[in-house]
């Protein structure tokens, strides 16, 4: 079967780069109208040009925002994410509440207003970008772990819920991922260290994983695609570890 999603709107959250770049560039491939959510204006107005897609710049950690958003769609690709390391003693409140804003209560609220939509129509497809960490737990990651935890969980009520209405609703896994969350992480670790950014890799963000590369975002959005299309009408509920054999230990 091909991904054919002719006729269908998808909402796509952190858009105007990485991961959710390429999932709105795979989901305008196979068809799909687009609107595309970010915080950053500019990349994200070019990529909608391109794509012939509709551009909504937004703040989701501005859940008055989040809410204003149009959500009558038949695809919510919930991917937006940031990140902090630090230690639990020493975890600024402030961010793990943005973070947890960002990453988790935004992803409910887009859902549960787009929800009933699908419902009407008897078709839709949520697709969760969780993360290895949505599986398995690092230090000073607190707060990327709790809301990557928490999106597995609603991820599983929205399946159980949207089963009667042919709705599905499935996560993706992905270890380290080449986008510039990542690449920023690479930087600062190197930079504290005292190390190269190649020593990063191998030693710190690779370590774990079998498979010794970082995951490309068009992997990612291919699986999206996947999941989104009518070879996976079946599938909901779980979740899809791209992880290079980190959670085989």
């Not at 949505?134 to 230090?139: E, K, T």
């Not at 599905?168 to 270890?175: D, F």
């Not at 930087?187 to 774990?208: F, K, N, R, Y």
Request: glycine residues 8%; proline residues 5%.
């Amino acid at each position: 079967m091909t991904t054919d999603l002719t006729g269908r709107t998808a909402l796509v959250t952190g858009a105007a780069s990485g991961i959710g770049a390429a999932c709105a560039e795979r989901l305008a491939a196979a068809g799909a109208s687009l609107r595309l959510v970010d915080l950053a204006a500019e990349p994200l107005q070019q990529l909608a040009d391109r794509l012939g897609a509709t551009a909504l710049t937004c703040d989701l950690s501005d859940l008055d925002a989040v809410d204003g958003l149009d959500v009558d769609v038949d695809i919510v690709v919930n991917n937006a994410g940031l990140q902090h390391v630090a230690p639990l003693h020493e975890f600024p409140p402030e961010v793990f509440h943005q973070i947890l804003t960002v990453m988790l209560e935004a992803p409910f609220r887009l859902v549960r207003r787009a929800l009933p939509g699908m419902y009407e129509r008897g078709w839709g497809r949520v697709v969760n970008v969780s993360s290895v960490h949505g599986l398995r737990a690092s230090p000073f990651k607190s707060a990327y772990v709790t809301a990557k935890h928490g999106l597995e969980g609603l991820s599983k009520v929205i399946a159980l819920e949207g089963a009667e209405h042919g709705v599905t609703s499935n996560c993706v896994n992905p270890a380290y991922v080449r986008t510039p969350l990542v690449e920023k992480q690479i930087a600062d670790q190197a930079s504290s260290h005292g190390i190269s950014e190649d020593e990063v890799l191998e030693q710190v963000l690779l370590e774990p994983v079998a498979l010794k590369r970082l995951v490309e975002p068009a992997e990612v959005a291919e699986l999206v695609a996947y999941l989104c299309g009518p070879a996976a009408t079946s599938i909901t509920g779980s979740s899809f570890a791209l992880d290079g054999g980190w959670t085989a230990h």
